[in-house]
């Protein structure tokens, strides 16, 4: 029993020491680092240095391909979201899911917003801008084009004015098709079609009526302005991602990695590359067929922006000859459903990847279809997440049994143990020997109740990333107060919940279900005798109420769901160790909270 408790107040301390190192020591650092960052950049920028025009590329021919993308040069962002749509000619967008325009000139996805996603919970609140124009101070946006040489004459660019051939209006059920035509004759003819999501299609057409073979390489990028307004936490990536190559792995690097330096991938035949925010991607699909180089960059010249991009290798189109190629653009929320979808109906490798599932994948996604099933069913997050929760605790009955099974019989041998220190004394050795030996012949495990606590850790996190990480939890509501699972509990205790006509500071915010959460826990800790050691017993009284302060915090639907387990817990423990014949401990020990220490002896 005594091992077990220790074990028990070892993994609180660690996690207690996890988060103070998160918060007190890494956080500050990382605030520091990034204030130096920007004092540097800025002594670049008086010093006429460029950030990322001239980086040193990390793999042989970098340089000679995404290193000369054109558009590396931006004006500061001035303008309003408003002059910047008006400036250009445009084709709007207005499908289920999506609206907005494509700007004509360079043909970008530069104006975006999300119909079914609102800035707040409040359905009269604004949509989700995703895509603004360059020039905004939010400019965000996507570009398609080409790179060639004297030969091929001017390929079209960020400022090439696209004219439009067919369509009115990009919808569902009615693609658009642009066209240009450069001074040597070649003729490019686009194709935008859209679902009824967030996938855009843009194929090309590449003619050459001329003389002589030309070739032509396709580039892509997607440019950002800003960094996410809300600050990055350690449980999600926000920034670059890509899969490069068919058989690739998944590459995250930070905005502050790029920021000292541009990366540089090796070349890559198929994959994906782009920019992620915690509920919302903008990536682009190259053509599979066609090897590619890609990089993600930081620019500081004019516009600070950020910038993932991929040239492809040259295509070389004949006499009289014409080619096509096909690039995906997926511009929307993560949506889990959906994006497995695309992974099959586009063969695009690894694209649910774009969902930052953390390092327990393998139960991490599973968990959220066993919630996204019986949220199908009942119809609310909260409700599936407290069956979810029952559903573990079944999985885990036979080592939870052990467990208890293990401390009722380790409770039972405590008058033994009694008589092995009595008899042995200070003879640590020989108490050892006899202990085993008392323990093989009881057949007890003292390490039994170990395990399940260990296997539940990876739980535990898994089920944080789905609350924390998932679109599906966002401004999903529970009942009562509760409109946004994936939000801290809105109420608090300092003033009266909403009772008394003032805020309060935002880390005085300990609502109803932390504080509901602490009391579980507390009466969870209450079920086994208070530990005889001072220092074990003050831990394990204040231990409810840090974690209560601490989880206030938290995604209210990660809170919901341990006062929940621990509800469970305590009713599982009492069954299991009556049936073992070992006394539930939770009533005396509650009764001793009342009574009065007898004085101490002079």
Request: aromatic share 12%; proline share 7%; net charge neutral.
């Amino acid at each position: 029993m005594e091992k077990n408790r220790n074990y028990f107040i070892a993994i609180a301390l660690s996690v207690v020491i996890v988060l103070a190192w998160q918060f007190l020591y890494m956080g500050p650092r990382m605030e520091a680092q990034q204030r130096a960052d920007e004092a540097k950049q800025a002594l670049q920028q008086q010093s006429g240095q460029q950030a990322g025009q001239n980086f040193t590329p990390e793999s042989p021919g970098a340089a000679t391909t995404t290193g000369n993308l054109p558009g590396a040069s931006q004006a500061e962002a001035t303008a309003t979201r408003d002059q910047a749509l008006a400036k250009s000619q445009r084709i709007q967008i207005d499908t289920p899911a999506i609206s907005g325009s494509i700007n004509l000139t360079g043909a970008r996805f530069d104006d975006l917003k999300l119909k079914d996603y609102h800035e707040t919970v409040d359905d009269k609140s604004p949509l989700i801008t995703l895509f603004s124009p360059a020039d905004t101070k939010d400019g965000y946006f996507t570009e398609l084009g080409y790179v060639g040489s004297d030969a091929s004459g001017a390929t079209p660019g960020p400022g090439t004015q696209w004219t439009l051939a067919s369509g009115d209006k990009l919808t569902v059920q009615t693609p658009v098709t642009l066209s240009f035509t450069n001074d040597k004759g070649l003729v490019f003819t686009r194709t935008i079609s859209v679902d009824d999501h967030y996938m855009l299609t843009v194929s090309d057409k590449i003619d050459n009526p001329t003389g002589a073979p030309v070739t032509v390489s396709s580039y892509g990028r997607v440019t950002r302005n800003n960094k996410p307004a809300t600050p990055a936490v350690w449980v999600i990536h926000e920034g670059f991602l890509a899969v490069l190559g068919t058989g690739g792995s998944l590459t995250e690097p930070t905005y502050a990695n790029v920021e000292k330096a541009a990366v540089t991938n090796e070349k890559a035949t198929g994959g994906w590359i782009g920019i992620t925010d915690k509920y919302w991607a903008a990536t682009i699909v190259p053509p599979q067929s066609v090897a590619y180089d890609s990089r993600f960059t930081h620019f500081t010249d004019g516009q600070p922006r950020y910038q993932a991009d991929y040239k492809s290798d040259g295509v070389t189109i004949q006499p009289g000859q014409s080619t096509e190629l096909k690039n995906l653009v997926f511009a929307g929320a993560k949506e889990v459903p959906l994006v497995d979808a695309y992974v099959d109906q586009y063969s695009i490798p690894h694209f649910d990847l774009v969902i930052d599932w953390g390092w327990f994948y393998f139960i991490t996604k599973p968990m959220f279809k066993l919630m996204d099933f019986f949220f199908r069913h009942v119809g609310n997050f909260g409700v599936a997440i407290l069956l979810t929760t029952v559903v573990v605790k079944l999985l885990f009955f036979p080592l939870a049994s052990k467990q208890y099974a293990s401390m009722a019989n380790m409770k039972r041998m405590q008058p033994k143990m009694a008589e092995l220190k009595e008899k042995f004394g200070d003879d640590r050795m020989a108490l050892q020997q006899a202990t085993m030996q008392l323990y093989k012949e009881e057949k007890i495990n003292p390490i039994a109740g170990c395990w399940p606590v260990v296997l539940q850790i990876p739980i535990f996190f898994s089920l944080y990333k789905v609350i924390y990480t998932t679109i599906e939890m966002r401004h999903a509501p529970f009942f009562g107060w509760i409109q946004d699972l994936s939000a801290p509990d809105p109420t608090s205790l300092f003033n009266l919940f909403g009772l008394l006509p003032y805020d309060v500071p935002h880390f005085m915010m300990i609502g109803v279900w932390p504080i509901v959460m602490g009391i579980t826990m507390f009466l969870q800790m209450r079920m086994n005798p208070t530990p005889p050691d001072p220092t074990q017993a003050a831990i394990f009284t204040w231990m409810p109420l840090i974690f209560t302060y601490m989880l206030s915090s938290f995604p209210a639907g990660l809170v919901i769901y341990w006062a929940w387990n621990n509800t469970l817990s305590v009713s599982q423990q009492a069954i299991i160790m009556k049936r073992h014949g070992a006394k539930i401990e939770l009533f005396d020990n509650m009764k001793g909270l009342f009574k009065r220490k007898p004085a101490a002896s002079k």
